[in-house]
């Protein structure tokens, strides 16, 4: 209690309790923060399409109490164990990452925020043994992945790939049959693909562990409150979703209620 109180009064005035450490000798490219102790849910932090490791989210986390690792998937400076475009990541490179923290905490919990919400429902709808998911602007499907060059988006496979295998996904509808339908949106425009939509659905039914969805009425990325109404009444196990009307699409100007909520998720998992 003493050590939270401390984290918490350092995390308001500005300062961490917690130092960031690269992890080393392993086949995944992480930062550490080590948190909380083995009583409690680790935290593996996926970050968004710009790539790297989202150590600021994960800092704020850690300071909250719990040992989080902010992991990257991909990186286009071309960093160690991860490809350089978000093309193809293979579910299998997240194994690793998910025992490493396992042996330094009771369970781990996927956060992922933007494409790493899509990651995150993806994952625990594949993979067994999460203790509980939160996704921050999340994704009802498997997007179509981006390119090192984005002027051949169109040409781009699936953003994730499982045995050596393209997840199905919905491809990007072009700028011009967009304008035709009449939409800003070309996230919005692309799921009136009704077809692939239907074929790249995550099939969040078999996730069974508590979720936490969390999105902005704001949203100018993609339909992430549309997108995470449809996961909650498709979903395996408890599923609460919040969404705030003012919010954008990665709730920055919420961050304390954002915040608040996810300690109280994890404080129930305790």
């Not at 939270?4 to 350092?10: F, H």
């Not at 369970?107 to 995150?120: C, D, F, I, N, P």
Request: charged content about 20%.
């Amino acid at each position: 209690m003493k050590k939270l109180i401390l984290a918490m009064a350092l995390a308001m005035a500005g300062f961490s309790a917690f130092a960031q450490q690269t992890v080393q000798g392993v086949k995944f490219n992480g930062d550490y923060y080590a948190g909380g102790g083995l009583d409690k849910p680790g935290i593996i932090v996926l970050g968004g399409s710009d790539g790297g490791k989202y150590n600021d989210r994960a800092q704020k986390i850690a300071d909250l109490g719990y040992n989080v690792l902010a992991l990257a998937y991909f990186d286009r400076s071309g960093a160690d164990h991860v490809p350089e475009t978000l093309e193809l990541v293979p579910l299998e490179y997240f194994e690793a990452p998910k025992r490493w923290l396992e042996a330094r905490s009771n369970g781990v919990v996927l956060y992922g925020l933007s494409k790493g919400a899509e990651l995150a429902l993806v994952l625990a709808s594949h993979v067994q043994g999460y203790k509980a998911v939160i996704a921050l602007a999340p994704s009802m499907v498997v997007w179509q992945g981006n390119p090192k060059d984005f002027s051949r988006i169109m040409e781009s496979p699936s953003s994730w790939s499982k045995d050596g295998k393209g997840l199905p996904f919905v491809s990007y509808i072009s700028r011009v049959e967009q304008q035709r339908l009449g939409y800003d949106n070309r996230h919005e425009a692309s799921l009136t693909n009704k077809q692939a939509v239907e074929a790249a659905l995550i099939n969040v039914n078999k996730i069974e562990v508590p979720m936490l969805l969390l999105s902005g009425g704001q949203d100018k990325s993609w339909p992430a409150a549309d997108m995470a109404e449809v996961v909650c009444s498709h979903a395996g196990g408890e599923c609460n979703h919040i969404t705030y009307a003012e919010g954008d699409h990665l709730l920055t100007n919420y961050d304390v209620t954002v915040l608040a909520e996810v300690r109280k998720f994890l404080s129930s998992l305790e």
